[in-house]
């Protein structure tokens, strides 16, 4: 099974999770919200790009990751056979490590997100070997938390999550404040869709994120006014032209403390602009 085929299977296997998930009383999952109808972004490409951060998808011969499309193909070709715990046998590099053993309910019966033993040991051996992009050192923050063995920090950002951070304890601060100003992009990006149902389509809606608004920059608007978009990018690489503008776009309505959200629509509109057809946000709201 691969192409449209393939993505309408998993898409609708993912919206059957998604149900399951939340009769077992999950709220913090992907599709909870919307189900029965299927999530507009599926599980599987929201968190790819994770799965080969976290070394559970196989890179290429290249060290990138390979596409869904790919890994499709590949488990399309090692056959039907499986064995006694229902894997298939291949005769090739599988697109993924060997994973634990799934749950007896799997296929029926109730399901949650609590790891298992195995499924928990798996994943700290995994986080464990994260490596930076830049070498091979094992430097980057979360293998450090994972290999301290402490106690869990309070936060993210708590005192003794900086202390391990060790030489990432800057790159830690940035991710705080681009955390922050991303909290604030989203409160501003929601009124103005109020907006544009008001303005452009005249029709009644509620002003319920244009009066959330305030509240979130009053919790956000000090952390996120402090980034160096220019830090950010040694960070994590140069960022795409029209989000950088949104960002300091936004940093700067944060800082000059108008609560006119409207002086954004332009920017927003344009960062937006791919994603028109399903979103609505340029030139009115169809949703």
Excluded at 119 to 127: G, H, P, S, Y
Excluded at 142 to 166: C, K, Q, Y
Excluded at 253 to 279: G, H, M, P, Q
Aim: hydrophobic share 40%.
């Amino acid at each position: 099974m691969t192409g449209p085929v393939a993505t309408r299977a998993l898409r609708e296997r993912e919206r059957v999770l998604a149900g399951r998930l939340r009769d077992a009383g999950e709220s913090q999952v992907i599709g909870v919200r919307v189900f029965p109808k299927p999530s507009s972004q599926p599980p599987s490409t929201v968190y790819w790009n994770a799965l080969a951060v976290w070394g559970i998808l196989r890179p290429r011969l290249d060290g990138r990751a390979i596409s869904r499309a790919q890994a499709h193909r590949q488990l399309k070709s090692s056959g039907t056979a499986t064995n006694d715990d229902g894997q298939p046998f291949l005769s090739f590099d599988p697109p993924f490590v060997p994973l634990p053993a799934r749950p007896d309910s799997w296929h029926a019966g109730p399901l949650t997100l609590w790891l298992t033993i195995a499924e928990a040991a798996f994943l700290r051996e995994r986080l464990s070997q994260l490596r930076s992009n830049g070498d091979h050192e094992l430097s980057l923050l979360l293998a450090r938390l994972v290999r301290t063995e402490a106690a869990a920090p309070s936060g993210m950002w708590a005192d003794e999550t900086r202390a391990i951070a060790g030489p990432d304890q800057e790159s830690l601060v940035h991710a705080q404040q681009v955390a922050s100003l991303a909290a604030v992009g989203r409160a501003v990006y929601d009124p103005l869709r109020e907006r544009i149902v008001e303005v452009d389509d005249r029709r009644e809606t509620s002003t319920r994120h244009r009066d959330y608004l305030t509240d979130v920059v009053e919790e956000h608007g000090a952390v996120a006014v402090k980034l160096d978009v220019d830090a950010l990018e040694a960070d994590i690489g140069v960022l795409p032209p029209k989000l950088r503008a949104v960002l300091i776009a936004t940093k700067n309505w944060i800082a000059s403390k108008s609560r006119d959200e409207v002086t954004l629509l332009d920017l927003y509109t344009a960062a937006e602009a791919r994603k028109v057809n399903r979103t609505g946000f340029c030139g009115g709201s169809h949703s």
